[in-house]
């Protein structure tokens, strides 16, 4: 148990559904962080949040929307999804921004059909 | 691009020896952290380097750091085949919060 809860744990969908994926941190963390893992590349970083507020968007498309509503909670929001969006969707938190040892859920895999 | 490039991307031992990896970055760094991915999980936090320090220990994991050579190892001893997993190394760069992660080292341990 990592202290942060990741749902769902496998999602598929069609390209023009709309879903949310879901993270919870218990560990008091002030950041949390999206990343997208796809096969033989480097973790993409994707959106930071540091006490609730986005400070970063590291150019990710239009059609992944992140939530952050408190410091526990972080939401992928995703619609009009593209094939090349299949990958593992990790969620991390750190006590707080600064290069600290990141804590990861266990993913989403999405698969986009 | 500040990102940690693992070498090599695979390696195969036998239970029992030692596991060498290496991480090679490109500008100056605040710290250097290791972790490590099992099939179907998350990323585990394994060890973190700072960029004053030249070795660091955790139970049978041994990372050194060399700032002007800009690579690090990871060395696991007497391993075991608990140890199958990706090992990634993760650079934090001087005046950025961010953590850069490598594509990883995938380790199988044969019993």
């Known amino acids: 148990e990592t202290g942060v809860t990741q749902t769902p744990r496998h999602l598929v969908m069609g390209m023009t559904n709309k879903k949310s994926l879901k993270c919870e941190q218990h560990?008091?963390?002030?950041?949390m962080y999206w990343y997208k893992q796809s096969a033989k590349k480097p973790l993409e970083l994707m959106f930071v949040y540091n006490f609730k507020e986005q400070t970063e968007n590291n150019s990710v498309p239009s059609r992944f929307s992140p939530e952050c509503p408190n410091s526990s909670h972080l939401f992928l929001h995703l619609h009009t999804l593209q094939p090349e969006d299949s990958a593992l969707y990790l969620c991390?938190?750190?006590?707080?921004?600064?290069?600290?040892?990141?804590?990861f859920g266990d993913g989403t895999r999405l698969s986009i059909l | 691009s500040q990102q940690g490039e693992e070498d090599p991307q695979a390696l195969s031992i036998q239970e029992g020896e030692n596991a060498t990896m290496n991480c090679s970055y490109k500008t100056s760094i605040n710290n250097l952290q290791w972790y490590r991915q099992n099939s179907g999980r998350g990323l585990v936090h394994l060890i973190l380097?700072?960029?004053?320090?030249r070795e660091k220990h955790s139970g049978r994991l041994r990372v050194t750091l060399d700032t002007s050579k800009k690579s690090s190892s990871l060395l696991i001893t007497a391993s075991r085949a608990a140890d199958t997993a990706s090992y990634f190394c993760?650079?934090?760069?001087?005046?950025?919060?961010?953590?850069?992660f490598g594509a990883g080292t995938t380790v199988t341990v044969r019993a």
């Open positions: 380097i700072r960029s004053n320090e």
């Open positions: 991390a938190s750190s006590q707080d921004g600064g290069n600290q040892p990141q804590h």
């Open positions: 993760a650079t934090a760069a001087l005046n950025d919060y961010k953590l850069s």
């Open positions: 560990l008091g963390h002030n950041a």
